[in-house]
């Protein structure tokens, strides 16, 4: 059951671009104690000053943590989600099951009285099956999971295809990472910034800064087996 919720997670990532501006760069996961370097240390105090975030006195980790709570409250606040009084991780629940709610719309399905779990699974079957109609793949005796892992597979190859990125004897991921690159380069050059001598990895966090809101409507394709920012805020109660 784990194993399904994670590519559940990974795919309507992939789909739709679901999560906020800090699913798009690994500096600004959910806040943990792994060491920060100096540059995403300097990314950090440069994001945060962009927020109207004090940074004088705070140490990176204390920074990431507080970066990650405004954007969450922000992405509330456009919601029409109340935070006063409610805790981080109930905020980014409801924020989360909001925008399960507006994709279960989208896709026809009713969600008067449904957990974020319930929804999560519906509209994972859902996109799943559509896009397996869209790129030809057959659906007859395979269940969720392998048609779920099957369908993001196709996706990558696909996708691969369309920016002329060479497959032979590269795995998934790595695919998947180029074409996330790409993206990035692409979306970086469209928004007018200087990308020569960048890496994709300096050009994201730049339009981090520079444009969030372009950022959020980014749909990047994720390395495989990837989901969002919500991830530690939501455990789905430990199912079995």
Same mark, same amino acid.
């Given at each position: 059951?784990?194993?399904?919720?994670?590519?559940?997670?990974?795919?309507?990532?992939?789909?739709?671009?679901?999560?906020?501006?800090?699913?798009?760069? $690994?500096?600004?996961?959910? $806040? /943990?104690? %792994?060491?920060?370097? +100096?540059?995403?240390?300097?990314?950090?105090?440069?994001?945060?000053?962009?927020?109207?975030?004090?940074?004088?006195?705070?140490?990176?980790? #204390?920074?990431?943590?507080?970066?990650?709570?405004?954007?969450?409250?922000?992405?509330?606040?456009?919601?029409?989600?109340?935070?006063? &009084?409610?805790?981080? +991780? %109930?905020?980014?629940?409801?924020?989360?099951? #909001?925008?399960? %709610? @507006?994709?279960?719309?989208?896709?026809?399905? !009713?969600?008067?009285?449904?957990?974020?779990?319930?929804?999560?699974?519906?509209?994972?079957? #859902?996109?799943?099956?559509?896009?397996?109609?869209?790129? &030809?793949?057959?659906?007859? &005796?395979? !269940?969720?999971?392998?048609?779920?892992?099957?369908?993001?597979?196709?996706?990558?190859?696909?996708?691969?295809?369309?920016?002329?990125?060479?497959?032979?004897?590269?795995?998934?991921?790595?695919?998947?990472?180029?074409?996330?690159?790409? +993206?990035?380069?692409?979306?970086?050059?469209?928004?007018?910034?200087?990308?020569? !001598?960048?890496?994709?990895?300096?050009?994201?966090?730049?339009?981090?800064? %520079?444009?969030?809101? @372009?950022?959020?409507?980014?749909?990047?394709?994720?390395?495989?087996?990837?989901?969002?920012?919500?991830?530690?805020?939501?455990?789905?109660?430990?199912? /079995?």
């Amino acid at each position: 059951m784990k194993k399904m919720m994670l590519i559940m997670l990974a795919f309507v990532v992939a789909l739709t671009g679901f999560g906020s501006l800090t699913s798009a760069a $690994p500096s600004l996961a959910t $806040p /943990d104690k %792994k060491e920060i370097s +100096q540059e995403d240390t300097q990314f950090l105090k440069e994001m945060a000053k962009s927020l109207g975030i004090k940074t004088e006195g705070k140490d990176p980790i #204390a920074i990431k943590k507080e970066i990650h709570e405004v954007l969450i409250k922000k992405e509330a606040e456009k919601l029409g989600i109340k935070t006063e &009084g409610k805790d981080i +991780q %109930k905020i980014a629940m409801e924020v989360h099951t #909001a925008h399960l %709610k @507006e994709e279960a719309k989208s896709l026809g399905i !009713n969600t008067e009285g449904k957990d974020g779990k319930t929804l999560m699974k519906e509209v994972f079957e #859902a996109k799943i099956s559509k896009k397996a109609k869209e790129l &030809g793949i057959d659906t007859k &005796g395979k !269940n969720m999971q392998k048609l779920g892992k099957e369908v993001h597979e196709k996706m990558i190859m696909v996708e691969a295809e369309k920016l002329k990125i060479k497959t032979e004897g590269k795995d998934l991921k790595q695919i998947a990472d180029e074409i996330r690159d790409s +993206q990035i380069i692409s979306k970086a050059k469209e928004l007018g910034l200087d990308t020569k !001598n960048k890496e994709p990895k300096e050009l994201l966090k730049e339009m981090m800064i %520079k444009h969030p809101e @372009e950022v959020k409507k980014l749909k990047l394709f994720p390395s495989y087996g990837q989901h969002f920012m919500f991830k530690k805020h939501h455990k789905m109660k430990r199912e /079995d």
